[in-house]
Nanobody, 122 residues
Framework: VQLQASGGGLVQAGGSLRLSCLAS????????IEWYRQTPGKQRELVAT???????NYADSVKGRYTISRDNAKNTVYLQIKGLKPEDTAVYYC?????????????????WGQGTQVTVSS
């Protein structure tokens, strides 16, 4: 599975962005797509998850402002961010949790996309 994240940029506080995560390869093996964010010197933080059955979960710190969704026809998962705050500034990564049953033994793996920078100015 390959993931390509995009959509980051420089925005003013209060603005909105929509990040995209395009998946390719063994799409059928994806169980869930997650969005993380990371700032220098800090651990990567899980902010949103969407499962194969469209169950979504959010970190408490982003509930009400972040919305994760997907377009199966485009093999893309989105992260809509509204009411951006300077503390949302981070590199955002998408990740896929997968189970490949096409092998003799199921293979569990996580794949990461490259990050996309979100910078919020006050």
């Amino acid at each position: 599975v390959q993931l390509q994240a995009s959509g980051g940029g420089l925005v003013q506080a209060g603005g909105s962005l929509r990040l995209s995560c395009l998946a390719s390869g063994k799409i059928f093996s994806i169980n869930a797509i997650e969005w993380y964010r990371q700032t220098p010197g800090k651990q990567r933080e899980l902010v949103a998850t969407i499962t194969r059955s469209d169950t979504t979960n959010y970190a408490d710190s982003v509930k009400g402002r972040y919305t994760i969704s997907r377009d199966n026809a485009k093999n893309t998962v989105y992260l809509q961010i509204k009411g951006l705050k300077p503390e949302d500034t981070a590199v955002y990564y998408c990740a896929a949790d997968t189970t490949d049953f096409s092998q003799d033994t199921p293979v569990v793996a996580r794949y990461w996309g490259q990050g996309t920078q979100v910078t919020v100015s006050s």
